[in-house]
């Protein structure tokens, strides 16, 4: 089902749209070095297929690689492949690898000097951001392309391609006519039909993957097919049902689940946890609820949460409400009492109390402030008053250790004592950041 032009490249205008700059590159054959960015089913390795398809018509080298598999002497014979065919031939060659995050940086500076001469135009593609997966030096020299995940109109176009190419016919709900029940196929390819509304569906669980909607496609159909057959031979017919009808409730149990897109290991991992984080801040406890459970759903471990739950407390909240560590520090136990699905609801409370719990900072910026004194001191740090030392032998009381210590408990009135090293002597980190 993979388009071969760029014109039924759907669902990615703002990269390779009418007017964009690469849409222009491409058209003219001049390919740069790219990274594809974007999550699973986006078309990345189908955009990839249209560019070799373009270079192939003006007798452009394109070879594919995968980083799941391949390994550097693989890379180094394609290298040395496009030198011959870049001196003997004047040819250029295209190398696409899929899954570039999967190469170390030391295999992904075997690229470096090949692509900077021109010996080869690189152009790979990962569903991991690039800033962290994809060695600095290389990555300066591509331009990054930033593919977003599918809308819901771009699936039902990619679906009704496959449907159409299947000779599957679209039943309109709208219409009462039902075309199941006219006519008759004695023959033994039964005709198959889709609820337009399944097609829909279909589109809105995939979430933006293309390839997730085409595989739900397949195991409808193929479930209603088998079915068919499975009938026919319990009820002793020659010839089965002659029509086939993939209804919505098909599709669901295609897919048995909507595809909820998230990586414990990848970008949005840290993606969801700072929308939960920015959510409570924000006090916001519906938007906080609806990232805690895109993060449960998509089979994160709680107790990662329940661990971010515990700093929030005092990070964010801190002394305007000192209970919320309690409630969090108790989220924490339960999660690791009970485990999932049960501890869910635990979390569900744990982050509404902190959305609409009172915020304060005043902590953690008086703790920031003293990070920033100890590192920016020039220096060897000051040493603890004697006063404030201990002194648990002669020898140290002998040196003056504690002389001059007010027990400040048997004080009725405040003492006029100093607890800071003498340099910094009426400093106050919470009424300003350097010392």
């Given amino acids: 089902m993979r388009p071969d032009a760029l014109q039924d490249f759907v669902g990615q205008g703002r990269a390779v749209g009418p ?23 986006c078309g990345k390795t189908t955009l990839a297929h249209i560019i070799a398809n373009n270079s192939k018509k003006h007798s452009v080298r394109f070879v594919t690689l995968s980083a799941t598999s391949a390994k550097t002497t693989d890379v180094r014979d394609v290298i040395k492949q496009a030198q011959n065919e870049k001196r003997f031939f004047k040819r250029k060659t295209i190398l696409f690898i899929d899954e ?3 190469f170390n940086k030391s295999q992904q500076d075997t690229f470096l000097p090949h692509v900077e001469c021109g010996t080869i135009t690189l152009i790979g593609a990962t569903t991991e951001n690039p800033s ?13 392309i930033v593919l977003e995940k599918l809308p819901v109109e771009a699936v039902v176009t990619v679906l009704m ?7 599957i016919h679209v039943l309109d709900s709208s219409r009462p006519a039902d075309p199941l029940g006219h006519g008759s196929n004695s023959g033994s390819e039964p005709s198959v039909f889709i609820e337009d509304k399944a097609v829909d569906t279909l589109a809105r669980l995939s979430d933006g993957d293309a390839r997730a909607g085409l595989n739900g496609l397949q195991l409808a159909v193929l479930a209603r097919l088998s079915a068919r057959k499975a009938f026919g031979k319990k009820s002793g017919q020659s010839y089965p049902p002659s029509r086939v009808l993939v209804t ?54 709680p107790l990662y949460v329940a661990r971010r739950l515990v700093r929030f407390a005092s990070e964010d909240v ?19 009492f009970l485990g999932m699905p049960e501890c869910e ?62 027990y400040t408990p048997v004080y009725s009135e405040p003492t006029d004592q100093d607890y800071l090293p003498e340099e910094l002597r009426g400093v106050d980190f919470f009424k300003q950041r350097r010392c």
Wanted: charged share 20%.
């Fill in 318 to 336: 801190g002394l305007a409400d000192p209970s919320a560590l309690t409630q969090a520090v108790a989220a924490y136990q339960g999660c690791h």
């Fill in 132 to 144: 962290f997966q994809v060695n600095a030096a290389l990555l300066s020299r591509c331009r990054v």
């Fill in 19 to 41: 007017e964009t700059l690469l849409r222009s590159l491409l058209e003219a054959n001049e390919v740069p070095s790219l990274i594809l960015w974007g999550p699973p089913g």
């Fill in 345 to 406: 609801v635990l979390l569900a409370q744990c982050v509404v109390y902190l959305a609409r719990a009172p915020k304060s900072i005043e902590v953690y910026s008086a703790y920031n402030n003293v990070k920033a004194c100890l590192r920016s001191h020039q220096g060897p740090l000051p040493p603890v008053p004697l006063h404030l030392r201990n002194a648990p032998t002669r020898l140290m009381k002998d040196l003056g250790y504690g002389q001059g210590y007010k």
């Fill in 248 to 301: 919505e409730s098909d599709v669901k149990e295609g897919l048995q689940r909507s595809h909820i897109l998230y990586d414990r290991a990848g970008e949005e991992h840290y993606n969801c946890i700072s929308a939960l984080h920015k959510s409570m801040r924000g006090s916001d406890p519906s938007a906080s609820l609806y990232w805690l459970g895109r993060m449960l759903e998509g089979g994160e471990d």
């Fill in 161 to 167: 391609r496959a449907i159409n190419s299947l000779g």
């Fill in 100 to 102: 570039i995050h999967r």
